[in-house]
């Protein structure tokens, strides 16, 4: 894979990787496919939509042979949070302390 491909998908997982978390819990897992592993992924996909009858499952494996790369982004171990309304209470002080402050002067 070109290193300009490389570097996108490393920053697109760098940007996954730092997003907001739910009470600052990070469950996030990342992986960069490309060469074999992509096509081990590919072939998955379309025998996937053969055994299971499932429609686009073979032209979606197509496309990602077709691919130089994929970045996947699943979840490992979710949790609940215990913190609860947290986001409301972000918005109320979002509100308050820049919707409705005086302009600068």
Known sequence: MSNILRTAAELMALAARTAPKAAGKDFVVLEILEGEQLNKLADA?????????????????????????????????????????????????????????????
Request: aromatic share 8%; proline share 5%; no cysteine.
């Open 45 to 105: 996909m379309v025998e996937y939509g053969r055994q299971t009858g499932r429609k686009n499952f073979d032209r979606d494996g197509e496309n990602v042979r077709r691919s130089a790369a994929v970045l996947l982004i699943g979840l490992k171990k979710p949790q609940k949070t215990k913190k609860r309304g947290h986001r409301r209470e972000e918005e109320e002080l979002f509100k308050k302390d820049f919707l409705f402050s005086s302009p600068p002067a």
